[in-house]
């Protein structure tokens, strides 16, 4: 079974970091692009971050370029976003989704992240 | 200033048709954006419905179907169940790497 399993989520200080892991099983990873997708509680959907199968080639939301960076380990089957200079509004469930034909075809449960004082 | 719009509501009676689309604040929506689709209920990840316009997912049922509508992308859902009340989003490809989300419809089914 094609699976998606985020974690590392919780609760961060504003300006603190955070490392998401999501691990893939079921496909091999390195044959797909991977994207990040938040979402606010009770909000709508947000594409955050996406990556080339072998990591090369990344692009990111404009509100996040700069503090975030998405990265992938396909010897492990794990893709990561790593969150730097967190603010409130980063504050949301995180996915992890799989792509194809530009979309997002497989997704994780998601992992929660706050960031408050 | 949201670039891809979508109603923030619809409803549907029991075994009708609906429709929901999905636009550009500026400009025509066609297949080469690769709009897609997906339905997601309150505490539960996003199901995908629809991708590159109108492929079905895998195990969607055929009551979903996807298309392009004069300007918008579409996603038309035949013989509504109560189970289909859901929030469903849009997601258009804008090139150069970016993927932008509509800000999703509510659909009741009353």
């Known amino acids: 079974e094609m699976q998606l399993v985020e974690s590392g989520g919780g609760l961060v200080q504003p300006g603190g970091s955070l490392k998401l892991s999501c691990a893939a099983s079921?496909?091999?990873?390195?044959?797909?692009?991977m994207h990040w997708v938040r979402q606010v509680p009770g909000k709508g959907l947000v594409w955050v971050a996406r990556?080339?199968?072998?990591?090369?080639?990344?692009s990111y939301v404009e509100s996040v370029k700069g503090r975030f960076t998405i990265s992938r380990d396909n010897t492990k089957s794990t893709l990561y976003l790593q969150m730097n200079g967190l603010r409130g509004d980063d504050t949301a469930v995180y996915y992890c989704t799989r792509g194809d034909a530009h979309a997002f075809v497989l997704w994780g449960q998601g992992t929660m992240v706050t960031i408050s004082s | 200033q949201t670039v891809v719009t979508q109603d923030p509501s619809f409803s549907v009676s029991p075994g009708g048709t609906v429709t929901l689309t999905c636009g550009l604040r500026?400009?025509?929506?066609?297949?080469?954006?690769?709009p897609s689709w997906y339905q997601q209920t309150p505490g539960r990840s996003p199901r995908t419905l629809i991708y590159n316009t109108n492929i079905r997912s895998s195990g969607v049922p055929d009551r979903f179907s996807g298309s392009i509508l004069g300007k918008k992308a579409a996603l038309t859902i035949t013989g509504a169940q109560a189970d289909d009340e859901s929030d469903y989003y849009c997601?258009?490809?804008?090139?150069?790497?970016?993927?932008?989300f509509g800000g999703g419809t509510k659909l009741t089914v009353l």
């Open positions: 990556i080339n199968g072998d990591g090369s080639d990344t």
């Open positions: 500026s400009g025509s929506v066609s297949t080469n954006y690769y």
């Open positions: 997601v258009l490809y804008l090139g150069s790497g970016i993927w932008v």
């Open positions: 079921g496909f091999t990873l390195s044959s797909y692009w």
